[in-house]
Nanobody, 122 residues
Framework: QVQLVESGGGLVQAGGSLTLTCQAS????????LGWYRQVPGKQREMVAT??????IRYAAFVKDRFNTSSELDKSVTLQMNDLKPEDTAVYYC?????????????????WGQGIQVTVSS
């Protein structure tokens, strides 16, 4: 019912920039929170940045003013990443939380994109 498609990943040198974009589609009525998480092999998935429907934004401590997120209500979210470091190398996942769909009275659900690789070379 809901699909999240990420784009914009790839390989970049340390100090460079990348912009990730996530497009949401399907019978979406509302999305409570749109955001980005990342995961490296052998570690837990961690939050990078999220933005609520009320426009409250949270960043992980490791972002340290390097990343910026913005979203179009119920439709898309971007992650502008600057001054990238090798330790930012990971698979980045788009997440939509507390999603309500048209024609359903079910409890809101969470959805994930399939993930996109970001590799930062030193």
């Amino acid at each position: 019912q809901v699909q999240l498609v990420e784009s914009g990943g790839g390989l970049v040198q340390a100090g460079g920039s990348l912009t990730l974009t996530c497009q949401a589609s399907g019978r979406i009525f509302t999305i409570g929170t749109l955001g980005w998480y990342r995961q490296v092999p052998g570690k837990q998935r961690e939050m990078v940045a999220t933005q609520t429907r009320g426009r409250t934004i949270r960043y992980a401590a490791f972002v340290k003013d390097r990343f910026n997120t913005s979203s179009e209500l119920d439709k898309s979210v971007t992650l502008q990443m600057n001054d990238l470091k090798p330790e930012d190398t990971a698979v980045y996942y788009c997440a939509a939380e507390n999603v309500r769909v048209y024609g359903s009275v079910a409890t809101p659900s969470d959805y994930w994109g399939q993930g996109i690789q970001v590799t930062v070379s030193s």
